[in-house]
């Protein structure tokens, strides 16, 4: 038990945590081309780097509007990162990859913009 | 990092809140300029809307754009408000030049007033029918069009939306299906008909034909297999252990070993026996047959069979014949040199009977030797008999006549423990035969049926007709015909079948040594095929033997030549020449020639009697054996001299008379001298010989 404490300590001082589970939401509307870009490239982006950690939820807004309002979503595509906390927001179709790991926290921002 | 420690962490956990979410928002602005969003949510008095940015539906406009089928929208009659670039090219139009225009232009003229129905039937539900389109060019293509009222908004006018389907590549492949099925069913009836071929041949042959799954072991059969088998139709399917206990338990672990053997080669074909269920009897059966593979591996064995035992029978009784041919070649060739040899011995008998002065023990050792000679003869009598090689005198012979010396013989023959029982013939019917070699036979048969009853029986002596068709004939060995059967049954211990199959060849026996000479019976075989009859037996251990001889029946009786015959010899004079090719039977018969007066020459091959001849010296009579090696024999002498010595009488002498010889035109009114003879026989034939030609 005690080796792997602290194997699990060594990994969190690398750029990738690995405790927790990520809940993930996108909410789309329909089947626009950036939703479909979207949804393509959160699944290959999680697959990379969240393995067998994460959970994907779709929403699709054209179908259920009123679900906007819960996590104040205003453009879309919008991927919310509803686990671990605190929530995170990303919006576009997702395809600068170095973004989306700085926004969901997945990697450390290397600039501080303070 | 803490650059403020006086901060308090509840307002510096507040900054890091406020200043993330100033980035978000600035994210958010930013996103929205650059055009990565195509959708933003806003709030109205219904609550939260979606509005997607333009050319935001573009995959629903490249699916239709793109799709297989043709899709249009319609107005309520029928104009078209939308086609897509598949329905453009189905009825061969410039997509552009389409819109506007009424579908009906594209429906053939018959079937415009069914389209209409199509198109107003049952507002709001989804229907479909199948139409033949006119394309522009003129061509014809079958489609199906799928019709459902489009409902954009309330205040939109109605609107149809069609997907029209191109049926001509699926009406290709029914097409083809059914051209497919013709196929097929012409090639089953093709089959059927093979099959039915292979089945009349498997019936011509009187075949059967069987399959052994090498999966589950099952075995399929035909109905002529059953009943092979001697199974009435309708028995269940069986397995393989089923099949192989149906062979006898002795051939059982080779018919294994066949089949396992055919997994391996490929091939099977063998004769087993097997029991009928039905009578219980045992057959002979063949089964020939090859295995077939799937991947290399033996799956199943398939083939035919058919019941053998009658073919096997027939070749047991060719093979037998033959067998007795062999032995009856083999015998009449020693009958023949021991004919010569008892010539010898008792030519010189008679001579030293008139050179030495007899005490009473010397007459007694002359007799017993010349008995020696004469129950030799006799014994070579009986070899020559069976290989038919024996002068036969055949007359057209009624059996009725010689029953009375047949209950003579049988009489003297038993005893009187054994009684005799004749059953007399209906009619009177001849055959051709020779009566005393016939009364040999009956004697030899009489002595037999006495010895298989030590404690005394009835002996039944039979006469009767039987006529023999082509296939009785062939099987028995003889021509197809009447034949007058003279049976003789005796009520003894009966033999077994391994022993009935020996009982003809000679020196069989199964009496002590001593008893019998083994040469009975092969009298009998051998008399009745010289007769041109056969000879068959039915005995069963414990009740008793029948022998039958069956002889040609013959509608004409010929006068019997009786011929009397003298016991003393006569002397006589003349120069009688001698032809033997045997050193010592012809000195001895030289001796015996100078004894009864006459003046011998001799020659030992028909060339040097032919030289001697042509010298033309005195020759009265030719005394000559008719066989002889070299390329002059008996036969060839007297031809040559009936070229050019006609007057000269000849005598002809032989070992075995055999019919062949006398079956000769040219020597038929010949006198033969049988070997051995004695000086008496010879005293009497030369002096007939030289009478006839006196």
Redesign the interface.
Same mark, same amino acid.
Do not use: H, W
């Given at each position: 038990m005690n080796d792997a404490n602290r194997s699990v300590a060594a990994a969190e001082d690398s750029e990738e945590p690995t405790t927790g589970e990520y809940n993930l939401r996108l909410y789309?509307? #329909? %089947?626009? !081309?950036?939703?479909?870009a979207a949804i393509a490239n959160l699944k290959n982006l999680c697959e990379k780097h969240l393995s067998g950690r994460y959970t994907i939820e779709v929403v699709d807004?054209?179908v259920t !509007? %009123?679900l906007?309002?819960g996590d104040q979503?205003?453009?879309? !595509? =919008?991927l919310v990162r509803r686990l671990p906390p !605190?929530l995170k927001?990303?919006? #576009?179709?997702l395809s600068n990859t170095e973004r989306v790991l700085v #926004?969901l926290d997945i990697r450390p921002k290397l600039a501080s =913009?303070? | 990092m803490n650059r403020q420690p006086d901060f308090a962490a509840a307002d510096h956990a507040q900054l890091v809140?406020l200043? +993330?979410r100033l980035?978000?928002a600035e994210?958010?602005l930013e996103?929205?300029r650059?055009g990565? *969003? +195509?959708? *933003?949510?806003v709030g109205g008095p219904a609550?939260?809307? *979606?509005y997607?940015?333009e050319?935001? +539906?573009?995959?629903?406009r490249v699916l239709i754009e793109q799709m297989q089928e043709g899709a249009v929208t319609l107005s309520e009659h029928g104009l078209m408000l939308y086609c897509n670039q598949r329905f453009a090219t189905l009825v061969g139009a410039e997509r552009e030049s389409l819109i506007g225009e009424p579908i009906e232009r594209f429906v053939v003229s018959t079937e415009t007033s069914a389209f209409h129905r199509l198109m107003d039937s049952g507002r709001g539900a989804r229907r479909s029918a199948e139409f033949m389109l006119q394309a522009a060019d003129g061509s014809r293509v079958p489609v199906n069009v799928s019709i459902a009222d489009l409902k954009v908004d309330a205040q939109m006018p109605r609107v149809l939306c069609g997907v029209v389907t191109d049926l001509t590549h699926s009406r290709e492949r029914s097409h083809e299906l059914a051209a497919a099925n013709m196929q097929l069913a012409s090639e089953i009836d093709e089959r059927r008909r093979a099959e039915d071929g292979l089945q009349l041949a498997l019936d011509a042959a009187d075949m059967g034909n069987w399959e052994l799954n090498l999966v589950n072991d099952v075995v399929t059969r035909s109905a002529r297999y059953d009943q092979i088998f001697g199974y009435t139709a309708g028995e269940r399917t069986w397995e393989w252990p089923t099949m192989l206990s149906q062979f006898l338990p002795d051939d059982r672990e080779a018919v294994d070993v066949e089949f396992a053997r055919a997994k391996r080669t490929g091939f099977i074909d063998f004769e087993r026996r097997i029991r009928r269920v039905s009578d219980e009897a045992i057959r002979w059966v063949q089964i020939k047959g090859r295995t077939y593979y799937q991947d290399g591996k033996p799956v199943r064995i398939a083939g035919v069979i058919s019941d053998v035992t009658d073919r096997r029978h027939v070749e047991e009784q060719l093979r037998q014949a033959q067998k007795m041919e062999a032995i009856g070649q083999l015998t009449g060739g020693i009958a023949h040199d021991f004919n010569n040899l008892l010539m010898v011995v008792g030519g010189s008998l008679d001579m030293l009977d008139q050179r030495i002065e007899k005490d009473e023990k010397t007459a007694r050792y002359l007799a017993a030797a010349r008995q020696g000679v004469e129950r030799g003869a006799r014994l070579n009598q009986q070899l020559l008999a069976f290989s038919r090689r024996q002068d036969l005198r055949v007359e057209a012979v009624c059996i009725e006549d010689l029953i009375g010396t047949f209950e003579n013989l049988l009489d003297r023959a038993v005893g009187e423990t054994i009684t005799v029982h004749i059953e007399r013939a209906p009619e009177l019917w001849y055959c051709r035969t020779d009566p005393h070699q016939l009364e040999t036979a009956i004697l030899n048969l009489a002595i037999n049926a006495r010895d298989a009853m030590p404690q005394g029986g009835a002996i039944t002596l039979r006469t009767r007709i039987l006529q023999l068709d082509a296939q009785g004939a062939a099987t028995s060995g003889a021509a197809a015909g009447d034949y007058v059967v003279v049976s003789l049954s005796d009520t003894g211990m009966g033999m077994p079948p391994d022993v009935v199959d020996r009982v003809f060849e000679p020196f069989f026996t199964t009496k002590d040594v001593g008893k019998g000479t083994g040469l009975g019976l092969s009298q009998v075989y051998g008399f009745a095929r010289q007769s041109g009859g056969f000879v068959n037996i039915e005995s069963q251990p414990g009740s008793g033997t029948t022998v039958f001889i069956h002889l040609p029946r013959t509608a004409r009786p010929v006068a019997v030549e009786t011929a009397t015959h003298s016991t003393a010899e006569i002397k006589g004079k003349g120069v009688v020449l001698v032809v033997e090719d045997d050193n010592d039977v012809r000195a001895v018969a030289s001796s015996l020639l100078e004894n009864l007066g006459y003046s011998v020459l001799e020659a030992e091959t028909g060339s040097d009697a032919m030289r001697l001849i042509e010298r033309g010296g005195r020759i009265d009579l030719i005394f000559t054996d008719v066989i002889m090696p070299g390329d002059m024999n008996g036969i060839d002498l007297v031809r040559e001299l009936k070229a050019r010595h006609a007057t000269i009488p000849v005598l002809l002498t032989s070992g075995y008379t055999a019919q062949r010889i006398a079956s000769e035109e040219l020597v038929k009114d010949l006198q033969l001298l049988r070997k051995p003879y004695n000086q008496v026989e010879l005293s009497l034939a030369v002096r007939m010989v030289m009478n006839d030609r006196a």
């Open positions: 789309v509307a #329909g %089947q626009t !081309p950036k939703s479909l807004l054209l !509007p %009123q906007a309002a979503i205003v453009a879309l !595509p =919008t !605190p927001r990303v919006i #576009g179709d #926004g =913009t303070t | 809140e200043r +993330d980035r978000e994210e958010t996103a929205i650059n990565e *969003v +195509d959708a *933003v949510v609550g939260q809307q *979606v997607t940015l050319n935001a +539906d573009r995959p629903y």
